[in-house]
Every structure is written in structure tokens, then in C-alpha cells.
């Protein structure tokens, strides 16, 4: 918008990306409530006047701190009631983890399983026919309600450090989040919180039994044998050329990178070399340390 | 048992964002008592073991979630002997199956705790052999 840009010309192709964790109600009222907040503050804030400059679009992940590395099949289950929520809270597309993410990177089989949750979900349930089947229930519109004050004052929060990369920088968000995990982590061992087949209901057995994906040394070397082979195959001057343009976009504020970048793709320019050329113009981001 | 506190650094290597578990961790390690010190995402085998080294720390936590521990682990392994700090209680924890644990003590990094590990375990671990550590080096 400081470009000179209308609000509905960009808003409309806006998305977000949610979590979705085990509290069932408090997930489908917190994406009721993000949404709410998102068309209030884009008609009164930004003075968007396309309904779709309204909507907000958003993405759900499942929760990767509520798997459990006993009795890992349990994930299945914890899956699917989060992507239920993400559903019933008006989510556009899910991922589903895997069960046995918590372990190691996901089999072909538990990342199979994870899928087919979603096409159940999708497929069979019939939860998609309807939008905000929970609107009009007291609990969850008292929730969303509870949810969106909180927000607000989070929002205000922010509003006070100047903005979201003050508050960044100053630390806040990842200490709220640190403090968030730590006090979870404890909850959890005080036996606050209840967490089938970790501080209940555990079993004789604990090891996990079922089978991991092994990522060998092999799968490295032939992953970098195959780049080699790319660079090797490539046009190299017309690659370069392309990094060079790049590289001058970085050096203009008001060039858009994106064709540049598509241009590199095109060009067979790998992903480290990309990133290295525009590392030599902006620097690299180094987080400030919070726990 | 006036003594200074245990320093503890906690790392994260490499290209792994997932930090969760190291900044619970750190905490723990901070409520009981030790001074802890968090490197701080995408660190290099190198600039880990210059912050233990520089932190004068007794003991190293390394979190991996990557997938890349095979290769991250020996690696600081290897400058810790380098930088003459073979001593410090090295320790490790993330994603890693069982074999890897074990080829990853064999290797000489003190214990592995996976997903799953209580915190008090964790803290035992740390204050008993840092502590050991501590009579020996002084």
C-alpha cells in the first residue's frame, strides 16, 4: 500500500498459515475468531471494500509438540480430531503429520496414513458441505468471542514495541512462545495435563515398535551427485547471467525480484546459489538468542 | 557446594529451525540452578564449539531434528579434540533412532535423549556429570 497500491488489487490473493492443536473447541474458536478479526481490521483499517479482500484464507498444519514418541499410533488419532477442528473452524487446505514425525522424517506409510485421514475427513464425513457448522453454539461463540479479546490486547500489545518486527526484534514473540512450550513441557510432567500414553495409561512396553525411515549417507551423496549433474548439463552462462540480473534487482528497491527469480529457476541456478546471491546484497539474518 | 553454577551451552546446528525442545531444555536447566547459554539457530560444528570454548562451559547440549545428526554430532566431536575441550560433558538430544544413538556414544558424546524424555532425567543427567567434571578439572 505505501507503493500506491489499492488494497482489493493484492488482498484478495492473501493467505495465512494455522496450527492446529489438541484443544478441540479452542482451535475451531481461535480460526472463528482470526477470522473475524482479519475482516474487521481489513474494512476498518486498510478500507478494503472487495468482499474477498475480506476472507481470510488460511492453511492448517496439525500440531507436531502434541505427537508423542510412546505408543506412536496414538498420533493417528490426534491427527485427525485437529484436522477435524482446522475443518469445522474454516480452514482451505490441511497437512496432516505423519505419526511417527516425532521419531524421524515420516515413512511412506505413515505419511499414506496421514493423507487418507485428510480424504476421510474430506470424502466421507461430509463436514465439508457446510460452512461454520458452529456458529449460533453458546460455548463456541463464547469462546471465539473470549478469544478475539485476547487477540486484540496481544494485538496491542505488539502496537506498543511499534510493530511486529520491533517485536521481533526485541525478543517478545519468541519469548511468549519459549515460555508458552516450557510451560506446557511442565504441565504435562506435573500430571496437570493429561497425555495418553506419556503421564497416562501407559503401557508395559514403551519402546517405539514400529518402523522408521533410515536416511543413509547413500541418500546424501546421490542427492549431491545429482546436482553436480544439473550444473554440469546446464547453459552455465546463461546461469550466471541470470544470478548476475538477480543480484542487480536486489541492488534496486523498486525492481520486483520474482520474474528474476523464476529466470534462475528457468536458468537451472540451484537453490544455494540463489540464496548466495542475494545473501551478498542483504546480509543474512542472525536471530536474536531468546529463551 | 558454594561453588560457581554449571554453564551449560545449548545448540542448535545447521539448517534446522526446530527449537522448541532446545528452549525447554534451556529452561529446565535454568531452574535448577545452572547459568545456560543458547547459541541461537543455524551454527556451524565450529562456532558452537568457540562458544563453549569462550563461555568456559562444562557442558554441551546439541539439538538436532534434521535428519543431518550423523554428520552434525562427529563433527563437534571432532573440534571439541581439536580445541583440546574433549572433557566437556557432551550431550545431544531430537529426532534420532536408536542405532544412531548408539553409534553417536561410541563416537563419545555422553547420552542421546529423544522425544519423550522427561525433563527431570535430563537435568540428573547434566548436574551429575558436570558435576563429576567439575571435581576432576576444578
Redesign the interface.
Known sequence: MKRGMDVDDFAPRLSFFFNSHIDFFEEIAKYRAARRIYARHMREKYGARDPRSWQLRFHTQTAG?SA???QPENNIVRVAYEALAAVLGGTQSLHTNSMD?????PTEKSVEIALRTQQVLAYETNVTSVVDPLGGSYYVEALTAEMERQAESYFAQIAEYGGVIEAIEAGFFQRE??EA??RY??SI?RKDRVVVG?NAFTGEE??AEIE?L??T?ET?RAQAQAVQDVRRRRDSARAGASLERLQAACRDPNDNLMPHLIDCVNAYCTEGEIVEAMAAVYGRY?????? | MNERPLRIV?AKAGLDGHD?GA??I???L?DAGME?I????FQTPEQIVQTVIQEDADGIGLSILS?AH??LFPLVVEQLKAQDAGDIVFFGGG?I??EDAQRLRDLGVRAIF???A???EIVDFVQTECGKRRALVG
Open positions: 509438540c508423542t514418541a510412546q514425525e516425532v521419531l524421524a522424517l512462545i519459549a512450550s516450557y513441557q511442565r510432567e506419556v514403551e519402546a522408521l533410515r536416511i549417507e546424501e542472525t536471530e536474536t538468542a531468546v529463551v | 545449548i522448541r528452549k525447554v534451556a529452561r529446565a535454568r545456560v543458547y547459541t541461537g539457530l535428519g550423523m554428520t529426532t533412532p536408536p529423544t522425544p519423550g522427561p525433563l527431570g
